[in-house]
C-alpha cells in the first residue's frame, strides 16, 4: 500500500526568500506524484504532478518538484516565495493506472511573511 | 476546468441527525469522488460514485452510514448519518473527467456535531 509523509507540519519564511517543502512516499508499484495547494476557503488546485520522464516537474506559480526514486522524496519548491503563497501544501501519491484513489499527506502550512 | 459547487459550505449539527452534501458540477464527469479531512490530518477517501453503479467505499466506511447518491453525470450527494461529534470534519468533493485525467476539487462543506 502506498503512504505519504509530509515532514512538516508548519513553514514560515520571509516574503522573496526560498522555500521547501518536503514529501517523502513509499510503495511498492510505480506512482504518480502530485502536489496540491488550498488557498483559504477554497477547493484544493493542482500544482503539479510526476507522471514519469523528467524527475524535475515545473508548476503553477513558479514551483516544481524534483522526483527521486532513490530517496523515495518529491519535494517540492520555490526560489522567491510572495505574500499570496500563503496556502496548504498537499502531496499526493495514486497508484500506476490513474489518478483514482489519491493517499494525502497530512499537509504543510505555508506562512509567508512580509 | 469543471467547476464544482458544494452544498451546504458550513454545518452545525445535533448528535444523531442526518445531514446531506450536495455536490454540483458543471460539466459531465465520469468519476466523481468523496473526501474526508479531519481536523489535523491528512483527506482520507470515503468513496467512488460513478454514474449507473453503486458507489464503491474504502475500508473503514459503510454505506449505511454513509450513503451516496449518483443520479447522472453532474450531481452527487453524500449523506453523513446518525452523526457524533467524531464525524466533525471537512467533507469534499472532487471530480474527473476520466480514469487518466486531472481531479478537480470542491471547496468543502465543513461540518461540527455537537
Known amino acids: 500500500a502506498q503512504s505519504v509523509t509530509q515532514l512538516d507540519s508548519q513553514v514560515p519564511v520571509f516574503e522573496e526568500a526560498p522555500v521547501e517543502l518536503r514529501c517523502n512516499y513509499s510503495?511498492?508499484?510505480?506512482?504518480?506524484l502530485f502536489w496540491y495547494v488550498q488557498y483559504p476557503n477554497q477547493g484544493l488546485q493542482l500544482l503539479l504532478k510526476?507522471?514519469?520522464?523528467?524527475?524535475l516537474v515545473k508548476g503553477i506559480n513558479g514551483f516544481e518538484a524534483e522526483f527521486n526514486k532513490s530517496q523515495t522524496s518529491f519535494h517540492l519548491r520555490k526560489p522567491s516565495v510572495h505574500i499570496s503563497d500563503t496556502a496548504e501544501y498537499f502531496c499526493?501519491?495514486?497508484?500506476?493506472?490513474?489518478?483514482?484513489?489519491?493517499?494525502f499527506g497530512a499537509g504543510t502550512r505555508l506562512a509567508v511573511h512580509p | 476546468s469543471a467547476v464544482i459547487s458544494q452544498k451546504p459550505s458550513r454545518d452545525i449539527c445535533q448528535r444523531g441527525t442526518s445531514l446531506t452534501i450536495q455536490c454540483q458540477v458543471d460539466?459531465?464527469?465520469?468519476?466523481m469522488f468523496w473526501y474526508r479531512q479531519q481536523p489535523g490530518q491528512s483527506l482520507t477517501l470515503i468513496a467512488t460514485?460513478?454514474?449507473?453503479?453503486?458507489?464503491?467505499?474504502e475500508s473503514g466506511f459503510v454505506i449505511d452510514k454513509f450513503p451516496i447518491s449518483r443520479p447522472n453525470l453532474t450531481f452527487s450527494t453524500l449523506t453523513v448519518s446518525n452523526m457524533s461529534p467524531e464525524d466533525s470534519s471537512i467533507y469534499l468533493c472532487?471530480?474527473?473527467?476520466?480514469?487518466?485525467?486531472?481531479?478537480?476539487f470542491g471547496s468543502g462543506t465543513q461540518l461540527s456535531v455537537l
Open positions: 499526493a501519491v495514486s497508484a500506476s493506472g490513474g489518478y483514482n484513489k489519491l493517499i
Open positions: 510503495s511498492s508499484v510505480s506512482v504518480y
Open positions: 460539466s459531465q464527469v465520469t468519476m
Open positions: 460514485a460513478n454514474q449507473g453503479s453503486e458507489a464503491t467505499y
Open positions: 472532487s471530480v474527473a473527467r476520466a480514469s487518466n485525467e486531472k481531479l478537480f
Open positions: 510526476y507522471l514519469s520522464g523528467s524527475t
